[in-house]
């Protein structure tokens, strides 16, 4: 085994993972994601689908974990802050919301949506 694999998830893994937030199988996504996020803990892209999906099923409060940890671990990724606001918008916790939007905004001007 590589000393790169034993640092992340396989590209299978992770296509995996896409394919099953992108075909709305959220409880296979959600197991994988949950396994990957164990398995590697600092890799973010697990943690962001898990994230970004918990936000649009409805679960915002276990989203929110997800969510703070994709932008610790990648702080300067505009979509990590997005994602966070997105959350934190949900829970009503709307200045914290604001901040997050702008430090997105500040890293990724030419991708506003706003």
Same mark, same amino acid.
């Given at each position: 085994?590589?000393? &790169? %694999?034993?640092?992340? /998830?396989?590209?299978?893994?992770?296509?995996s +993972? +896409?394919?099953?937030? *992108? &075909? $709305?199988?959220?409880?296979?996504?959600?197991?994988?994601?949950?396994?990957? %996020?164990?398995?590697?803990?600092?890799? /973010?892209?697990?943690?962001?689908?898990?994230?970004?999906?918990?936000?649009q099923?409805?679960?915002?409060?276990?989203? +929110?974990?997800? &969510?703070?940890?994709?932008? *610790? !671990?990648?702080?300067q990724? $505009?979509?990590?802050?997005?994602?966070?606001?997105? %959350? !934190?918008?949900? !829970?009503?916790?709307?200045?914290? $919301?604001? $901040?997050?939007?702008?430090?997105?905004?500040? +890293?990724? /001007?030419?991708?506003?949506?706003?």
């Amino acid at each position: 085994m590589s000393k &790169n %694999t034993a640092k992340n /998830p396989s590209q299978e893994e992770l296509d995996s +993972l +896409l394919e099953h937030y *992108q &075909n $709305a199988r959220y409880e296979d996504a959600e197991k994988l994601a949950l396994s990957i %996020t164990r398995k590697f803990p600092d890799h /973010p892209l697990s943690r962001t689908v898990l994230g970004v999906m918990l936000e649009q099923i409805g679960r915002a409060p276990e989203a +929110l974990s997800a &969510n703070l940890k994709a932008v *610790q !671990l990648t702080p300067q990724s $505009a979509d990590a802050h997005y994602n966070l606001a997105n %959350t !934190l918008r949900s !829970l009503d916790r709307l200045e914290e $919301a604001e $901040a997050s939007y702008m430090q997105a905004l500040a +890293l990724a /001007p030419k991708d506003a949506e706003i």
